[in-house]
């Protein structure tokens, strides 16, 4: 377990640090600083999730702390890493609340990490905002402490198959899953979804996390020649199960019925994968939780904001789909914070979020919230990559003319 000192933190110093930040009657929240921690996954195979989604949340919290924080509250971030390994994320956030005293949680990455600190949370009464993840059962039934920003992975899976079975007129749809409670969430949202449709997967295939053993899940799928496969994996796993695929495919003289649409939820890490993927990547498909980047020019304000801040602040860091999340949430966040007023608990920002409606971030959303509804943004950005760059898809039949 490895404590990082963020850009945010950075410009506080650790000795007199209390001292000079008189306590508030709330855990974490001080005259002058609100203490916020999060546990991601900053090393191993899926590091590139974590660190991206803390590059824009910091980005974001950088420029709120640059104008005088939140009622003269500067946001004190500390980050530790846990591997995507659900017994670590235990014990950072067993420090982070216990002995590092945080208001509250922001951004953990990944399902299986978060479903492991519910009980935590539940416990000692700590609000986790916009974990990074879509599982349903994070959402339904609504958890008091757990205040989602993205769209679910049911939402995802549904933009999906409305297009490739409604649209197209797929019928054979498989799936490819990591094997744990991410994976299961994926392939629960696809079995409901291709249910209403009088379907079920024609092939599944699984993967153990933070490993990329993915040849035997490709075998059984590809036995079964779908039209579609449904993905949910980190980058790695799944950029191997896609070329391995390909290379079959062209090596045996591109089989009739071997050429499926290939569609990755938003957690796989779009911008590696793409990298990963090379020449294997077009008519690839993502569906994210956030606008695409560069594709649509300067259609969405919120995604100029992100680019010009990024390149501000961490002038040495790529813009991603993750880091434009992370700096997305964050600026629900601070909303929350803001609306919760100058007397913060955790209760009254709990309310205050809650009390968000049809919040515009200039995103192509609005964001809102209620006690029935823990999930801010319900919006999907179906996309495909083309020549390295993701671009909306208006028109599913593309697709299809290029299997």
């Known amino acids: 377990m490895e404590k990082f000192k963020t850009a945010v933190t950075a410009?506080?110093?650790?000795?007199?640090?209390?001292?000079?930040?008189?306590?508030?009657?709330?855990?974490?929240?001080?005259?002058?600083?609100?203490?916020?921690?999060?546990?991601?996954?900053?090393?191993?195979?899926?590091?590139?999730?974590?660190?991206?989604?803390?590059?824009?949340?910091?980005?974001?919290?950088?420029?709120?702390?640059?104008?005088?924080?939140?009622?003269?509250?500067?946001?004190?971030?500390?980050?530790?890493?846990?591997?995507?390994?659900?017994?670590?994320?235990?014990?950072?956030?067993?420090?982070?609340?216990?002995?590092?005293?945080?208001?509250?949680?922001?951004?953990?990455?990944?399902?299986?990490?978060?479903?492991?600190?519910?009980?935590?949370?539940?416990?000692?009464?700590?609000?986790?905002?916009?974990?990074?993840?879509?599982?349903?059962?994070?959402?339904?039934?609504?958890?008091?402490?757990?205040?989602?920003?993205?769209?679910?992975?049911?939402?995802?899976?549904?933009?999906?198959?409305?297009?490739?079975?409604?649209?197209?007129?797929?019928k054979k749809i498989a799936v490819f899953y990591q094997d744990d409670s991410y994976g299961t969430a994926v392939l629960n949202a696809a079995k409901s979804s291709l249910k209403k449709r009088g379907l079920s997967p024609v092939a599944t295939g699984t993967y153990v996390r933070n490993f990329e053993e993915v040849l035997?899940?490709?075998?059984?799928?590809?036995?079964?020649?779908?039209?579609?496969?449904?993905?949910?994996?980190?980058?790695?796993?799944?950029?191997?199960?896609?070329?391995?695929?390909?290379?079959?495919?062209?090596?045996?003289?591109?089989?009739?019925?071997?050429?499926?649409?290939?569609?990755?939820?938003?957690?796989?890490?779009?911008?590696r994968l793409a990298e990963l993927l090379d020449k294997y990547a077009d008519n690839v498909v993502v569906t994210q939780v956030v606008p695409p980047l560069f594709a649509q020019g300067n259609n969405y304000p919120a995604v100029t904001d992100y680019l010009a801040l990024l390149k501000k602040y961490f002038p040495n860091q790529k813009p991603s789909f993750g880091g434009l999340e992370g700096f997305l949430a964050t600026e629900v966040f601070v909303e929350g914070l803001k609306r919760a007023g100058k007397d913060l608990t955790r209760e009254s920002f709990i309310k205050a979020v809650e009390g968000i409606k049809d919040f515009d971030i200039r995103a192509g959303n609005t964001i809102g919230f209620s006690t029935e509804n823990h999930q801010g943004s319900q919006t999907v950005y179906p996309t495909v990559i083309k020549n390295g760059t993701f671009y909306l898809i208006n028109d599913w039949h593309t697709l299809k003319q290029e299997q």
């Open 11 to 170: 410009c506080c110093a650790a000795v007199g640090f209390f001292s000079a930040s008189l306590l508030w009657a709330e855990t974490g929240v001080m005259n002058n600083q609100i203490a916020v921690g999060m546990s991601t996954v900053l090393s191993g195979p899926s590091s590139h999730l974590g660190t991206n989604f803390m590059s824009g949340v910091e980005t974001y919290l950088n420029m709120v702390n640059e104008k005088g924080g939140v009622y003269g509250r500067k946001i004190n971030l500390t980050v530790y890493d846990d591997g995507y390994e659900p017994a670590n994320t235990i014990m950072n956030v067993n420090k982070l609340i216990k002995e590092d005293k945080v208001f509250c949680l922001l951004g953990d990455v990944g399902t299986p990490t978060t479903m492991a600190i519910i009980p935590m949370l539940t416990n000692e009464k700590v609000p986790l905002f916009a974990p990074f993840t879509g599982a349903e059962g994070l959402r339904n039934p609504v958890d008091r402490y757990i205040l989602n920003y993205r769209a679910s992975y049911n939402q995802e899976v549904e933009a999906f198959v409305q297009g490739a079975v409604d649209v197209l007129g797929f």
């Open 216 to 271: 035997q899940a490709l075998n059984a799928i590809m036995g079964a020649r779908p039209q579609a496969v449904i993905m949910a994996g980190t980058y790695s796993a799944c950029a191997k199960f896609i070329t391995a695929w390909k290379r079959q495919y062209y090596l045996g003289g591109k089989q009739k019925g071997l050429d499926p649409v290939f569609m990755n939820v938003s957690f796989v890490g779009p911008d």
